[in-house]
């Protein structure tokens, strides 16, 4: 079974230009993630997708950063303009489980793709 | 809302030796556990999960973790190190009330010693 598909693997550009960043998931997961890891720390959630739905976006930085999964299927996250601390790595992850579906008190596991380590000059 | 906190963010250990690594979680209601571990250049990699059930859990690569909620704890444990378990670990508490969302501790590097 082919894993989460994520390009660039590696991406330099100056502050205050743009990027996008590519992921596709696992065939048939309906549940797509966007993680930011800073050197040092672990990763943090940044947005949700349930198919084509954004679930939770709340730890998104709006100005700058945007995502959609327009199909239900890959997604795109991009960053404009970027800022020196945007340096990271950029995880995607998906996970089997339709919320609903499966109902409350279930949960599943998410499988991570390499990651995208972005470095911002 | 959930939390995790690894204490220890570097642990050296001789090839052969055992490994106990600590996490500990703040979260209201039953928690859902997971042990990842990534290698230098890589995403993360599912070692165990803890959803319900016999709170002692066994994973890949020879780990085992055990959920004690008295204590607020999941530690993974490796009774012999090999060297390619040169890794950083993360624990990381998921809330299924909260869609499946993961948070993660800072980690913990792990550096094996020949």
């Known amino acids: 079974e082919a894993g989460v598909a994520q390009s660039p693997r590696y991406k330099i550009i100056e502050k205050r230009q743009s990027v996008a960043f590519w992921c596709n998931p696992i065939s048939g997961h309906a549940t797509l993630y966007w993680y930011q890891q800073i050197l040092g720390q672990g990763p943090k959630l940044l947005i949700q997708?349930?198919?084509?739905?954004?679930?939770?976006d709340s730890q998104l930085p709006k100005d700058r950063f945007s995502a959609e999964r327009l199909k239900g299927v890959d997604s795109t996250l991009k960053i404009q303009p970027a800022k020196l601390e945007d340096s990271a790595v950029y995880l995607c992850a998906s996970s089997l489980a339709l919320r609903g579906l499966a109902g409350l008190g279930s949960t599943d596991t998410q499988y991570f793709g390499p990651g995208t380590r972005l470095t911002v000059l | 809302a959930q939390s995790v906190t690894q204490p220890d963010i570097h642990i050296t250990v001789s090839e052969g030796a055992s490994l106990e690594l600590r996490c500990n979680y703040s979260y209201g209601a039953t928690p859902y556990l997971f042990w990842y571990v990534q290698s230098p250049g890589q995403g993360l990699q599912l070692l165990l999960k803890?959803?319900?059930?016999?709170?002692l859990v066994q994973g890949i690569k020879g780990f085992e973790a055990e959920f004690k909620r008295s204590q607020s704890s999941f530690n993974l444990r490796k009774p012999s190190v090999h060297w390619s378990d040169a890794a950083e670990y993360f624990c990381a508490v998921g809330a299924a009330a909260a869609g499946n969302k993961l948070t993660f501790g800072g980690g913990t590097r792990v550096l094996v010693k020949p």
């Open positions: 997708f349930q198919n084509n739905g954004v679930v939770d």
């Open positions: 803890y959803f319900s059930g016999d709170t």
